[in-house]
């Protein structure tokens, strides 16, 4: 899950890393009223899962309440790169000498935690990677070890941050790395870090990605739940607990594995034909699991054809099956569906089917000879 | 032959007592898996259709002999579990168990690098591991799967696993083990880890190797078969289709900026000779191809 970043400040400020004061509006009355409560100057920040929102004209310095509310109105509402401004931060205006960079994240290949630290912040550090590498300190942890603060002040003193900023920047690295530890976090990355003229560190942006699998001991995430951007099919399945992603074709594909859906979207495209979703139903899924896949399918009105395939291992034939036959007596399926059913169970699970078959529900025995029928019965080839 | 697991390995199932590990316990014994023992810490003298339960892993492992563990238990407690086996000195440790926080993940694999180098972490996430006619540590169907080689499969998808066991079987060829790996970020075995114990493995006369998108497992299995493996292998890589920056139900099944797509995989492994397939039904042909010319 993405945090915005205003969701990542707040994040942050749990572990101790200092952050600028400030507060979540979603009116232009909102934004003067959080920013007289600061005081001006402020910065009205766009909150968006996207990058280059300051180029876009979403972040925007206020010296009055004039200003604050005109960008407040400029900003709320605006289209950046295809996503819809819902809200803004506003936060008291940091006087910035210097502007760094630092991250943790997972190196896999390594199998360990990635510590990065640049003095080159306040821009894309993609770019600073490929213009001089050089530019980026890079410190492996164990994470059966962690983080010390010794590593820490070696890893500023690496990245050559200013001496007057070195304490600060190592002390806010090892709250980070806790943010990132025990905070269940994929990356968290702070761009820019910045160094005030009065020699004080603080994160003035906060990129936060959680890790969903950790959601059970994190009750405290249940407030970052509902904010994520997703379309009304991706609601749908997350309300119950399916593993969905959108796309943007016509055959409606329902898998068991997330190796396997991904394969079946790859064959429909590769006869001629274009996945509307990825949707894994996991393992031991029931006849509910199945019927609610269905329903969300059936939901998206771009889908032509549903392809269902279901290799058993973990899921037996038999629920399979009974699950699509429960799910076309509840969900009113206007479109063919193409049924490949293999594995564990699979002569129970194609008996059951029997019942249910018909000139728009179709099974058929290989993956590829599936996808085809699909693709046809949708119109695409 | 065969690599990890044979008949002589000897299965504990944590939680053998109820769920899903009792019923894949189950199943694994009654394909002829070596299900020694079960563990359950509140139910130790307690036997589950005849197979004795202990305490804990060291326990079962000092009554059995055992040295092997199947663990399936829930996320909250898979990585506890998991140490519990390699402290118990199990040689090979399979855990199924999807969803387990990353963060736990890479502990635990440093954790057993560290102190118990000598357990080998199969998954998590994963459908386990299958010598067939041998030995079934997972939810693998053992039905699916025609033994005696000479293909080796290692898959880091479940479903798509089965479907390589299928086609093989279709065409009669034969797999000597077939290694699950998962779709995790940090899994315990890696591709690199089963090529080469496929390369050293007399009776694997080829391997068919089964990836996805995200992460570097492909591109470091490319590199390593360029210098360090002779065996012809096949490969098919899940995930063309896939949008950047969306995660496809696997944590590992991710792509973020140019790392990681299946194209980028897909050149790394053709360069380093391998023969890389387009769809699941191609990869099994191509197998077939390569079996023939051996």
Redesign the interface.
């Known amino acids: 899950m993405d945090l915005f970043e205003y969701q990542g400040k707040q994040y942050f400020a749990r572990f101790g890393i200092p952050v600028s004061p400030g507060d979540v509006a979603e009116t232009p009355d909102e934004v003067v009223a959080v920013a007289s409560r600061l005081g001006y100057p402020v910065v009205v920040k766009a909150q968006v899962q996207v990058g280059g929102r300051g180029k876009a004209g979403g972040v925007k310095l206020a010296a009055d309440e004039g200003e604050a509310r005109a960008h407040g109105e400029a900003i709320i509402g605006m289209d950046i790169k295809g996503h819809t401004v819902h809200r803004v931060w506003v936060e008291h205006a940091s006087d910035i000498a210097k502007e760094y960079y630092a991250s943790f994240t ?1 190196d ?2 390594a ?3 990635l510590a990065m630290v640049s003095s080159r912040g306040g821009v894309e550090i ?1 770019q600073v990677a490929a213009e001089d590498p050089t530019a980026i300190a890079r410190l492996h942890v ?4 962690g983080f010390s603060e010794a590593q820490a002040r070696q890893l500023v003193e690496e990245a050559d941050l200013d001496p007057e900023a070195r304490a600060g920047a190592a002390e806010v690295l090892v709250k980070l790395y806790r943010c990132f ?1 025990e905070g ?1 976090a ?1 990356l968290v990355e702070v761009n820019p870090l910045i160094l005030t003229p009065h020699g004080q560190v603080h994160a003035l942006d906060a990129k936060v990605t959680l ?1 969903d ?2 959601a ?2 994190h009750p405290e995430w249940e407030e970052f739940a509902g904010v994520t951007e997703l379309d009304e099919r991706e609601r749908l399945a997350k309300s119950y607990g399916l ?1 969905y ?1 959108g ?1 943007d074709g016509f055959v409606g594909i329902i ?9 079946t ?3 429909v ?2 006869v001629g034909g274009s ?1 509307a979703n ?1 949707l ?1 139903i ?3 899924a029931s006849a509910e699991v199945m019927a609610r896949a269905l329903e969300v399918i059936s939901s998206d009105a771009s889908v032509r054809a549903i392809f269902v395939n279901i ?4 899921t037996r034939g038999e629920e399979v099956a009974n699950g699509i036959v429960t799910a076309l007596g509840r969900v009113d399926i206007k479109v063919p569906m193409v049924i490949r059913l ?3 169970n699979a002569e129970e699970g194609r008996k059951i089917l029997r019942s249910v078959e018909s000139e728009t529900v179709i099974t058929a025995p ?3 000879g599936a996808a085809r029928k699909a693709v046809e019965l949708a119109g695409g080839k | 032959m065969s690599i990890f697991v044979d008949r002589r390995t000897k299965v504990v199932v944590h939680g053998l007592t109820g769920g ?1 590990a009792r019923f ?1 316990g189950l199943r694994n014994r009654d394909y002829g898996t070596k299900v020694v023992a079960g563990v359950n810490p509140a139910k130790g003298g307690q036997e589950v259709e005849g197979i004795p339960v202990y305490a804990n892993a060291a326990l079962a492992r000092e009554a059995t002999g055992a040295n092997a563990s199947f663990i399936s238990v829930p ?2 407690a898979a990585p506890s579990s998991i140490l519990e086996a390699a402290a118990a000195g199990m040689e090979v440790i399979v855990c199924i168990t ?7 993940e ?2 635990v ?3 057993l ?2 102190d118990y180098p000598g357990s080998r972490l199969i998954g998590p996430n994963c ?1 386990g591991v299958i010598t067939p006619g041998e030995c079934n540590i997972g ?3 053992g039905e ?1 799967a025609l033994g005696g080689g000479p293909v080796g499969i290692v ?9 390589a066991l ?1 086609e093989l079987k279709q065409m009669g060829i034969g797999v000597t083990t077939c290694v699950g790996i998962g ?1 995790d ?2 899994p315990g075995t890696s591709f690199v880890d089963c090529l080469a114990a496929f390369q050293a493995d007399p009776e694997t006369k080829a391997v068919m190797m ?1 990836g ?2 995200g ?3 492909e591109e ?1 299995a490319a590199a390593f078969i360029s210098e360090h493996v002779d065996k012809p292998v096949v490969s ?1 890589i ?6 950047p920056g ?8 991710i792509i973020s ?1 140019n790392k990681g797509t ?1 194209q980028a995989k897909m050149q790394a492994l053709a360069e380093a000779g391998v023969k890389v397939a ?4 191609e990869a099994g042909e191509l197998m077939a191809e390569v079996v023939r010319s051996l």
């Open positions: 997972l896999r290949g199998k360990a935690h993609e164990d994470p059966y070890i530890v269940d994929d890790d699998s950790a059970f001991r593993q992603v796309l898998a068991n594995g997330a190796g396997l859906a991904m394969s979207c790859d064959v495209n590769q996945p990825f894994d996991g393992g031991g290799f058993g291992g973990i293999d594995g564990t290989t993956m590829m | 899903q894949h996320p909250k999807e969803g387990i926080p990353a963060q736990d890479a502990r694999y440093s954790e690098r560290h459908p939810i693998t169907a699916i898959s880091r998808s479940g479903t798509l696993t089965y479907q299928y779709g970020p940090v089964i996805e998108i992460g570097t497992g470091e098919y899940a995930g063309v289709t896939a949008p969306r995660r496809m139900g696997h944590a590992g099944a900026g299946a387009s769809n699941p039904t």
